[in-house]
């Protein structure tokens, strides 16, 4: 269609003459490689945007460093990304085919640890903070990757609020300290278990909070992973800023899939280090990953995973868009007090 025809079609659909075409759908795709394949979607509603059936054992949904905030990117061309769209495409996913397990894990950097210039915490933080928390209770992914940027920056959970599936191999809390951080999480997701971990470039041990001690990120997966060997069929590791330790641990053949997470922002294919699969969270989640795995005798035979654009076109669950929404107007009354005026 030429541009001008375009305009007249649009022109005569506005009238009410003729309907307008339907929104393409952009898609790029990736060969086959070893069992995996990549699919990029970024245009289309998003029934467009769902998956066609197929023989997928479990769905990893997967993302990463949203940095405290429960909103878009505020990008002025295209903003992406939100815990309410995160959401929204879940349980999406999960209506299409109600049987098939859906995973959503994080693989770090979803708290802001954002200083002022004198490196002291910035006054509007520990807000933006409670309210990330507050959105990822409703959201209620099934594991988040934990480090010490993390717990520095958890702020107390609002009664009422089921705990977060707080996840570390290497983070291990004194007797006085009460949040749940576990080494493993062990689900069952059909007719498979699958065994989550994490790991994540914390600095020196004296960062760490009062009460908490911080192991050796390689030597304490290489344990738990071990472990989780003989406790499920799938094992993931999750990485944040850590892609060396994640290499070696999988060519040890310890994963059968690696979430890195290190300020990825463009489309890439899944690969094998090993037999794992490896894949990239998008910085800020605003593309969410969709790992599609098919599994036989405790490893990803096939997979392909897709990246779907999480921009405004995608529809918001409405219960943590309301907290987003509250979240915002909070901010910016904080932001004007304390810095004169809202940046956003």
């Not at 076109?313 to 904080?334: F, G, K, N, T, Y």
């Amino acid at each position: 269609m030429t541009p001008s025809s375009l305009v007249l079609a649009f022109a005569l659909g506005c009238t009410g003459r003729a309907p307008l075409p339907e929104v393409p759908v952009t898609t790029r795709t990736t060969p086959e490689v070893d069992g995996l394949r990549a699919e990029l979607q970024v245009d289309g509603p998003l029934e467009q945007r769902l998956a066609a059936p197929d023989d997928a054992d479990l769905v990893l949904l997967h993302g990463a460093e949203e940095d405290g905030s429960l909103d878009s990117c505020g990008c002025q061309h295209r903003p992406r990304g939100g815990v309410a769209r995160q959401a929204a495409y879940r349980d999406a996913v999960q209506a299409r085919d109600p049987d098939l397990p859906v995973l959503l894990l994080n693989a770090g950097g979803w708290l802001s640890g954002e200083t002022d210039i004198d490196g002291r915490t910035r006054p509007d933080v520990p807000q933006r903070n409670a309210w990330m928390v507050r959105g990822l209770a409703l959201l209620a992914p099934t594991a988040l990757n934990v480090g010490t940027s993390e717990l520095r920056a958890l702020p107390d959970l609002p009664a009422g609020l089921p705990a977060l599936p707080l996840v570390s191999a290497h983070l291990h809390a004194g007797a006085p300290i009460e949040v749940p951080v576990v080494d493993r999480l062990v689900v069952e997701a059909g007719d498979l278990t699958v065994g989550i971990t994490g790991i994540a470039a914390s600095g020196p041990a004296w960062m760490a909070p009062e009460g908490w001690t911080v192991e050796d990120p390689e030597a304490a997966a290489r344990r738990v992973l071990a472990e989780l060997q003989d406790q499920a069929d799938v094992v993931v590791l999750m990485a944040d800023a850590l892609p060396e330790v994640a290499r070696e641990l999988a060519e040890d053949g310890l994963a059968d899939v690696v979430i890195d997470a290190w300020h990825h922002r463009s489309f890439s294919a899944p690969f094998r280090v090993g037999d794992a699969v490896w894949v990239r969270a998008h910085h800020g989640t605003m593309r969410i990953g969709e790992l599609r795995a098919v599994v036989a005798d405790g490893r990803v035979v096939r997979a392909v995973e897709r990246s779907i654009d999480l921009d405004e076109s995608m529809p918001e669950r409405p219960d943590i868009a309301d907290v987003a929404d509250r979240a915002r107007q909070e901010l910016r009354r904080l932001e004007r007090l304390t810095f004169g005026s809202s940046r956003r």
